[in-house]
């Protein structure tokens, strides 16, 4: 049976669901309360300038229920871009759908189009099931660990 669901790219009238998907992901996934109108602002900041990133959005009869944000990091060792995804959210009640996994087709088919050497993402250590969806795609443990400090 055919998802009853497109994927495309991101347009600014999907900003309010892309602004209340982050907001459901940052609470659901680290406990984080983020600030509405932030989001926003941040959401509207990829659409006002392009070079930021590019949202990918599955929508259904009622409207978004997935999306993704794809950004791009130059690496001067491979002459070309990684293509990173973030902000990955589907709504729990179209999960298990294959959402992201259409999401995710989408994207790896623009960036080999696009001659990314690779696709990267960032998963938190211990959501096993987001990590078992990802390895089911083709996608592997790169060996890195992050690092950081908040300014």
């Not at 994927?7 to 009238?13: E, H, K, L």
């Not at 996994?101 to 960032?122: D, E, I, P, T």
Request: with cysteine.
């Amino acid at each position: 049976m055919q998802p009853q669901f497109i994927v495309r790219p991101a347009i600014p009238s999907d900003a309010e669901a892309l602004a209340e998907f982050n907001i459901a992901m940052a609470l659901e996934t680290e406990g984080k309360t983020l600030d509405p109108p932030t989001v926003m602002a941040g959401v509207l900041g990829v659409f006002a300038e392009p070079l930021r990133g590019q949202y990918f959005v599955a929508a259904d009869s009622t409207g978004a229920i997935g999306a993704l944000l794809v950004t791009r990091e130059w690496s001067d060792w491979r002459a070309c871009d990684y293509w990173w995804i973030q902000s990955v959210y589907v709504r729990p009640s179209a999960r298990r759908g294959g959402v992201f996994s259409a999401l995710y087709r989408l994207v790896a088919q623009a960036a080999r189009a696009a001659g990314a050497f690779s696709l990267r993402l960032y998963v938190e250590d211990h959501n096993a099931a987001a990590q078992a969806t990802y390895q089911t795609l083709g996608m592997v443990d790169a060996q890195y660990r992050v690092m950081e400090q908040v300014l």
